[in-house]
């Protein structure tokens, strides 16, 4: 397994790839029916892509440089969802920001978590080592999927940081899990203002950049 040793590659971050998480996210809204395409802003100039100066980020916020409060997802079993109107249930793949289908609320209120979270898929050759944002209240399964938070995140800045946390998958392609202080340990790149914070204003306004980006 030597993919779960090398370092990430950042040279092939390309706009397309922030371009790419932005549709899918749009085509997931649409499904559920939860976007007006309405213009929400004229988008901004071209802001450049250069990684040169980024800095390193523990995942889990209670290690040195840690982003996320990771939160297990509260699901127990698909047999017991039921088809409605209220919910989606995020499940373990990458398409349609994880969508699987709507879900009644009724009799499993207890297994919604909240939104404005980035979900790390952590099991399944298919999918482990991906990543979604998630902007409102979702279904996913304990096992499959967990969340981070941050008082950060919101549309723009889920969607940057979940396309450089799909750098990430190659390591996990070989029935490798990402879970527990594999999860916890994961180091990420990224963009640092003056003072070496992470640079949230430049996330959103990278994305904010980037075409389609006004009808998030």
Same mark, same amino acid.
Not at 50 to 57: R, Y
Not at 85 to 96: E, G, H, Q, S
Not at 149 to 166: A, P, Q, R
């Given at each position: ?53 980024? !800095? ?5 916020? *209670?290690?040195?440089? @840690? ?7 509260? @699901? ?16 373990? &793949? ?7 289908q709507m879900c009644?609320?009724?009799?499993c209120e207890e ?15 298919g999918s482990a ?20 938070? *941050? ?11 979940? %396309? ?6 190659? &390591?996990?392609?070989? @029935?490798?899990?990402? %879970? @527990? ?7 990420? !790149? ?27």
């Amino acid at each position: 397994l030597a993919e779960a040793y090398m370092d990430t590659d950042y040279s092939i971050l390309k706009d397309q790839m922030f371009i790419n998480k932005i549709n899918d996210f749009l085509a997931f809204k649409c499904i559920i029916g939860k976007n007006d395409f309405a213009k929400k802003f004229e988008m901004n100039n071209k802001k450049t892509l250069d990684v040169s100066d980024w !800095k390193e980020f523990k995942i889990d916020k *209670n290690k040195a440089n @840690g982003i996320f409060t990771l939160k297990s997802v509260l @699901g127990a079993t698909t047999d017991q969802l039921i088809e409605g109107f209220d919910v989606p249930y995020i499940a373990a &793949k990458n398409d349609l920001n994880g969508f699987k289908q709507m879900c009644s609320s009724d009799d499993c209120e207890e297994w919604i978590s909240k939104g404005k979270c980035i979900v790390f898929i952590q099991l399944g050759d298919g999918s482990a080592g991906y990543t979604t944002y998630q902007d409102e209240a979702f279904i996913g399964m304990n096992g499959k999927i967990c969340c981070g938070y *941050n008082e950060k995140l919101n549309v723009y800045t889920g969607l940057f940081l979940s %396309t450089i946390l799909d750098l990430e998958r190659p &390591k996990y392609s070989f @029935g490798r899990s990402w %879970t @527990g202080e594999r999860l916890k340990n994961t180091t990420i !790149k990224l963009p640092v203002d003056k003072d070496g914070n992470i640079d949230w204003e430049y996330m959103e306004d990278y994305i904010k950049s980037l075409p389609l980006s006004y009808y998030l």
